[in-house]
């Protein structure tokens, strides 16, 4: 997260901290998440993990910690289980401060926030000890998300993707997937109305961070602590245009592809084929016509020092 004006707050006692741990995300980070845990009780905090079972468990707890039980809410799986638990929070209220432990298989929020997934240290004390920056929150018809909020051929992949697949492949069951919709998506037009002008493409991102997919900077303008959505409308159709953002994206240029809109506006609107696949944070949260925000709640997300 770059530098800005918010306040930061630091801990004055030990933290107590609820761990909601999604037992599916990524491939074999139990011990990673166990060691974590170990970590922060040797820092002094209180911990307790629940466990999700189904879609919608994260959200649930998160709904329903109390305050005055808890300090943190430290979501432990991927962007999808932060969601969950953002949207929870914000349905309990507030009074809590959220924070990561990145065990899925894009883990953008710990990109964002320069967390690295592996450096269980640093993880556990950055929960234990680290400032709480207040970030704004995005939202899409009616449903909160932090990160990013798309539609297109981004959102169809991520509707078709298998769950086992991703389970035991981790990205490349986005790669097989991402081919496999290139050959037979049809690439329908998308409407999309920002600060009063109209814009045409075939897929459009509206961005709360930099980072999209994994480590690959889509929006450079892009903050969390900003409240502003950084869009991105991409023009091009078929398995020519495909591949060509494809192969800009991890190369971080697709910014800079001359025929790429970038748009920043407080609200838009995405109008396409009615029912298609809105994603937000890497899972399906809505369906088109799709109005996208910025939320007025906020959350207190704890970064590294």
């Not at 037992?23 to 166990?34: D, F, M, S, Y």
């Not at 009615?274 to 899972?283: E, I, N, S, Y």
């Amino acid at each position: 997260m770059t530098h800005s004006d918010s306040p930061l707050i630091a801990p004055a006692q030990p933290r107590r901290v609820l761990v909601i741990h999604n037992p599916t995300a990524g491939r074999n980070r139990r011990k990673r998440l166990e060691t974590v845990i170990g970590h922060l009780r040797r820092l002094g905090c209180a911990v307790e993990t629940r466990e999700t079972r189904c879609r919608g468990d994260a959200e649930e707890i998160a709904r329903n910690a109390c305050a005055d039980d808890w300090d943190v809410l430290a979501a432990a799986g991927g962007d999808g289980t932060v969601n969950e638990v953002v949207n929870g929070m914000v349905a309990g209220g507030g009074g809590l401060a959220l924070a990561v432990i990145p065990l899925g298989t894009a883990n953008v929020l710990a990109l964002e926030i320069g967390l690295d997934p592996k450096d269980t240290r640093r993880i556990a004390e950055s929960i234990a000890e680290g400032p709480a920056r207040t970030v704004h929150l995005g939202m899409a018809n009616g449903r909160h998300f932090l990160l990013m909020a798309g539609a297109g051929l981004d959102a169809h992949v991520v509707a078709g993707v298998s769950t086992a697949l991703k389970r035991h492949t981790g990205k490349l069951a986005y790669v097989v997937e991402s081919v496999k919709q290139a050959f037979g998506y049809d690439f329908p037009e998308l409407t999309i109305r920002a600060n009063g002008e109209t814009y045409e493409g075939r897929m459009a991102v509206a961005c709360r961070g930099r980072y999209y997919g994994g480590p690959f900077i889509a929006a450079p303008g892009a903050r969390l602590d900003r409240p502003k959505l950084e869009v991105c409308i991409l023009p091009r159709s078929g398995v020519a245009g495909a591949m060509r953002y494809g192969l800009a994206l991890p190369m971080n240029k697709l910014s800079s592809l001359p025929e790429v809109t970038h748009v920043s506006a407080d609200s838009i609107v995405i109008c396409g084929p009615r029912g298609a696949p809105l994603q937000g944070d890497g899972d399906i949260v809505a369906r088109l016509p799709a109005e996208i925000s910025v939320a007025r709640e906020t959350v207190d997300l704890i970064v590294p020092e």
